[in-house]
């Protein structure tokens, strides 16, 4: 950790916090951040050479493990032809068409980030439906763009701040907060106001891991139907992941619009937004939308995108992250039952994520409920003990192609080690 923390003493001085992005600077589970130097397959290794089996995967995008090597060498090429154009290639093409191909999805717009393709969303469904409000849910996160750090998740809910500082009341004033799974609290919404769009996690990934009840998803859709409103899936998380179609395939609900990140970019800076073509068709230049970016669709980020989702044409990788998240979240249901501790897990596709404190996780006020301080002495066990897990009790776990049943084993005699040793110390 010597070079970690020197680096960390270093970066408080010239960084807001030492980071550049919250959640990585550990505050909420105490101790150092860790300096990452290199990652390879499913593991990272930080700058003091240490390595640690890892279940952050930048966040999801890493879905075949660090460093592979395909993309590493579409990169590689990509890189000898030029770094930007600003001018469009045909890489950009053959992501889109993949895209749009995987998804059914009839047009998309490449951004650089989530958050750009939520807010840029969000403007054109307001656009569509020409009203203002928006409704999104509680714990829900989709990036950090004025309109969407009501009531957020992920960082936001880490630091204790789901609201945050610098959003004016007037922008806030637009976004209506509803409470996930629970069809309900959004149609009181839908009755009361001219909605422009529902904003869903399909999956909600930054509260922890909340699967969506029976019926939910599918009831946003007949509510948004009836209420002309669009509904939009923030497949930031879920998509490519759940499978190639993302969480509309997997729940089979279709949205209007669905954003996409990092993971369309190989772990390059990427996002998108898409849908129907008569809503796409809004945006500048063949509508009165505006949204524009010199490096939307740079040829680097495009060729290592076509690089991974050509690999995710085989079945195998799905069946693989799948079976070896099961096995996961199976164990880690099994530590919890052996020991009798108060805890749950839940787990979809190759996501999962355990809860300290609580018996059952499926809505927002459940997850308050979590122990997050148990959380953090568990993180800091399992860090010491060579896994990588999130820094937060509010985010996922994400398993990748490269782990492999070993990975999952070692993962689960750590936790079961640090478990019954929290328990022995009366931590548990
Ligand atoms: N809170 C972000 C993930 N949901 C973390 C992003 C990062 O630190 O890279």
Request: charged content about 20%; glycine content about 12%; some cysteine.
């Amino acid at each position: 950790m010597e070079k970690s923390k020197a680096l960390f003493n270093r970066a408080v001085k010239v960084m807001p916090g030492g980071v550049n992005s919250p959640v990585r600077a550990f505050k909420a589970v105490g101790g150092n951040p860790l300096f990452i130097d290199r990652a390879d397959g499913p593991k990272i290794y930080d700058a003091d050479g240490k390595g640690y089996i890892d279940y952050v995967s930048s966040w999801g995008p890493m879905i075949l493990g660090h460093n592979n090597p395909k993309i590493r060498d579409a990169v590689k090429a990509a890189a000898q032809k030029g770094l930007s154009f600003g001018a469009p290639a045909e890489a950009e093409v053959k992501l889109a068409e993949k895209i749009t191909n995987f998804t059914g999805i009839e047009m998309v717009r490449m951004v650089n980030s989530g958050t750009e393709a939520v807010m840029s969303a969000l403007r054109l469904a307001r656009a569509y439906t020409n009203r203002k409000k928006i409704i999104k849910f509680a714990g829900c996160y989709h990036g950090h763009s004025d309109s969407m750090l009501v009531k957020a998740g992920s960082g936001a809910l880490t630091t204790g701040e789901p609201d945050s500082l610098g959003v004016t009341g007037a922008v806030a004033e637009d976004t209506l907060v509803a409470a996930y799974n629970d069809l309900g609290s959004v149609e009181a919404l839908l009755k009361q106001y001219e909605v422009a769009c529902v904003i869903v996690e399909p999956v909600a990934a930054n509260m922890g891991v909340v699967l969506p009840r029976d019926g939910f998803l599918s009831g946003l859709r007949g509510l948004c139907d009836t209420y002309s409103a669009l509904l939009v899936f923030d497949e930031v998380i879920t998509g490519f992941r759940l499978g190639r179609g993302g969480a509309q395939e997997y729940y089979g609900v279709r949205a209007d619009l669905v954003t996409s990140g990092k993971i369309i970019g190989g772990g390059m800076p990427v996002g998108a937004y898409g849908g129907k073509k008569a809503i796409m068709e809004y945006i500048s230049p063949c509508g009165a939308v505006y949204q524009a970016g010199t490096l939307s669709g740079n040829p680097i980020a495009m060729a290592a995108g076509l690089a991974q989702l050509a690999m995710l044409e085989n079945d195998e990788v799905y069946k693989h992250i799948d079976q070896m998240c099961v096995k996961l979240a199976n164990g880690m249901s099994a530590a919890i039952k052996d020991l009798g501790l108060k805890a749950c897990v839940n787990q979809v596709g190759s996501l999962c994520c355990m809860f300290f404190g609580i018996e059952t996780a499926d809505d927002y006020q459940a997850v308050m409920g979590a122990d997050t301080k148990l959380y953090a002495r568990y993180f800091r066990e399992m860090l010491a003990a060579g896994i990588y897990l999130a820094p937060s009790q509010f985010e996922a776990m994400f398993v990748s192609f490269a782990h492999t049943g070993n990975d999952i084993t070692e993962t689960l005699n750590k936790a079961e080690m640090v478990l019954r040793k929290m328990k022995s110390e009366g931590a548990l």
